[in-house]
């Protein structure tokens, strides 16, 4: 019956032709698309027109003076072109297991305030253990990050549990309350703990991320005001720095196993007396796409990699 089914409904269209389409819809130019796939340009516009033959749909509008754009069906086809590709790609992986260990490539997408105290140590493991696996990272801004796990061209998201959609998968894996960073020689300094009542008046450096911003900005809502900043920086250690050189307070929630900054100064780490939003870190991966055996690999791997930094914070 399958087999029949096979013959009358013959695939019009290749791999090539998806790999293809993929490339191009991400470059949106033939010729940046020819370069990366080292093939001619006349070569890849024919197989795309040869496609969008075989798919009855119009993929791309042909713009004289300024590239490409997706047109909505293209923009529709490509998370499921992604999908089919990665899925292939399995299948010859899975072929090359019966032969020996797992191998495949991952890309990794992570939270940008996240990846330089998280990511290395977490590949660097993980390849330790499985030698034949690669990675393509990305560390962006949590919207980027959800767009990336939509639209296929991310496998995996290490991220907070923030304006999660439906399409998502979210797996919760590690509790982590907001703590102050101080001058070691600021008057708090000594406190076991410091209030927020305390830290309003102090010039803030703010950790100046989407979502971060206003989720430590929130923390104050329970004394009134919010704290206006001195100093802004999307870098975190260049915010770790400002407050190391004596320059204000700020707030994190990653667990830092160094008070020290890049140019030696140091901090102190401050819990609040205050009862005060924890977030929660986890894994993200898309609903829609089936991750492959060894993106789920590596998300088991993660887990227990992760939820061992509750022992260790």
Do not use: W
Not at 41 to 56: H, N, R, Y
Not at 181 to 192: D, G, S, Y
Not at 272 to 301: C, E, W, Y
Request: glycine share 6%; hydrophobic share 45%; charged share 20%.
């Amino acid at each position: 019956m399958e087999s029949s089914v096979m013959e009358s409904h013959p695939l019009r269209y290749s791999l090539r032709q998806l790999r293809y389409f993929v490339v191009t819809a991400e470059a949106l130019s033939f010729t940046a698309a020819a370069k990366r796939l080292h093939i001619s340009q006349p070569s890849i516009s024919t197989a795309l027109a040869d496609l969008e033959v075989s798919f009855g749909v119009q993929l791309f509008i042909r713009h004289h003076a300024s590239g490409l754009s997706l047109t909505q069906a293209g923009r529709d086809l490509l998370g499921q072109a992604r999908n089919l590709l990665k899925i292939a790609e399995e299948l010859q992986m899975a072929a090359k297991e019966l032969d020996g260990g797992m191998t495949g490539a991952i890309t990794l997408g992570c939270l940008v305030s996240l990846a330089p105290p998280l990511m290395p140590g977490l590949i660097s493991r993980f390849t330790d253990e499985h030698a034949g696996i690669s990675f393509r990272t990305v560390e962006a801004h949590q919207d980027a990050l959800l767009s990336g796990l939509q639209d296929g061209s991310l496998d995996i998201a290490l991220t907070y549990s923030l304006d999660m959609t439906e399409d998502i998968a979210f797996t919760p894996l590690l509790s982590l309350p907001p703590y102050a960073i101080l001058p070691r020689t600021h008057r708090l300094a000594r406190a076991r703990k410091v209030s927020l009542a305390d830290l309003l008046p102090e010039p803030y450096v703010m950790l100046d991320l989407p979502h971060s911003r206003e989720y430590f900005a929130a923390l104050f809502d329970a004394v009134g005001s919010r704290p206006v900043p001195a100093f802004r920086s999307s870098q975190p250690e260049v915010v770790r720095g400002m407050v190391a050189n004596g320059l204000g307070y700020s707030l994190l929630n990653f667990p830092l196993k160094s008070n020290r900054t890049v140019d030696g100064e140091e901090f102190v780490i401050k819990r609040f007396k205050d009862s005060v939003n924890a977030t929660t870190l986890g894994i993200a991966q898309s609903r829609t796409m089936k991750p492959r055996q060894v993106v789920h690999r590596f998300a088991s791997f993660c887990e227990n990699y992760i939820r061992r930094l509750r022992l260790e914070a």
